[in-house]
T-cell receptor, first 111, second 116 residues
Framework: QKEVEQNSGPLSVPEGAIASLNCTYS??????FFWYRQYSGKSPELIMS????GDKEDGRFTAQLNKASQYVSLLIRDSQPSDSATYLC???????????FGTGTSLTVIP | GAVVSQHPSRVICKSGTSVKIECRSL??????MFWYRQFPKQSLMLMAT?????????EQGVEKDKFLINHASLTLSTLTVTSAHPEDSSFYIC????????????FGPGTRLTVL
């Protein structure tokens, strides 16, 4: 079983719609959770961090964490073509250096 | 967020030569830095984890004598690809762990290596 699992996609949504990206993780002791955006040919960029159960909103982005279900998601409201990228879910098992990345979900926002 | 730089951004070299890539944390001290490699349309692959002042920890299958990592200070780590071959051509990305409570990783912009 992989530490972090994501649906590779591709996920396509029309411009203005809500894009929903999902991630599950295997270690119940995981402490912190991150979403990165990676454009083609570029390095990953941190867009959201979440540490507590519930929702965390930042602009058009909302991260949702459910530790009981070992599930973390990212919602992108009012999706724009510029949101088209690969979204990586990452988990830190403790406050040390045990990071695990999912393989990423490719999102395409269709104008 | 915190800023990580990498140099060079692109390098083309001949087979058999060595290439050094620098990774710097510009506005934070990175006790731990990570080196990744990414082939086209594939996911990130962790190569090694380096802690300042100690030897790097390499992932299984990564040759430590070929990919030399030095983390001499809290703001600088280097990766040297020795005796490069065409199959080493890839996108190399470093990241620094913030060291804050939740220890986010911040990535450098990457170095595209092409070995002829």
């Amino acid at each position: 079983q992989k530490e972090v699992e994501q649906n590779s996609g591709p996920l396509s949504v029309p411009e203005g719609a809500i894009a929903s990206l999902n991630c599950t993780y295997s270690d119940r002791g995981s402490q912190s959770f991150f979403w990165y955006r990676q454009y083609s040919g570029k390095s990953p960029e941190l867009i959201m961090s979440i540490y507590s159960n519930g929702d965390k909103e930042d602009g058009r982005f909302t991260a949702q964490l459910n530790k009981a279900s070992q599930y973390v998601s990212l919602l992108i409201r009012d999706s724009q073509p510029s949101d088209s990228a690969t979204y990586l879910c990452a988990v830190n098992r403790d406050t040390g250096n045990q990071f695990y990345f999912g393989t990423g979900t490719s999102l395409t926002v269709i104008p | 967020g915190a800023v990580v730089s990498q140099h060079p951004s692109r390098v083309i070299c001949k087979s058999g030569t060595s290439v050094k890539i620098e990774c710097r944390s510009l506005d934070f001290q990175a006790t731990t830095m990570f080196w990744y490699r990414q082939f086209p349309k594939q996911s990130l692959m962790l190569m090694a984890t380096s802690n300042e002042g100690s030897k790097a920890t390499y992932e299984q299958g990564v040759e430590k004598d070929k990919f030399l990592i030095n983390h001499a200070s809290l703001t600088l780590s280097t990766l040297t690809v020795t005796s490069a071959h065409p199959e080493d051509s890839s996108f190399y990305i470093c990241s620094g762990a913030s060291g804050r409570v939740y220890n986010e990783q911040f990535f450098g912009p990457g170095t595209r290596l092409t070995v002829l």
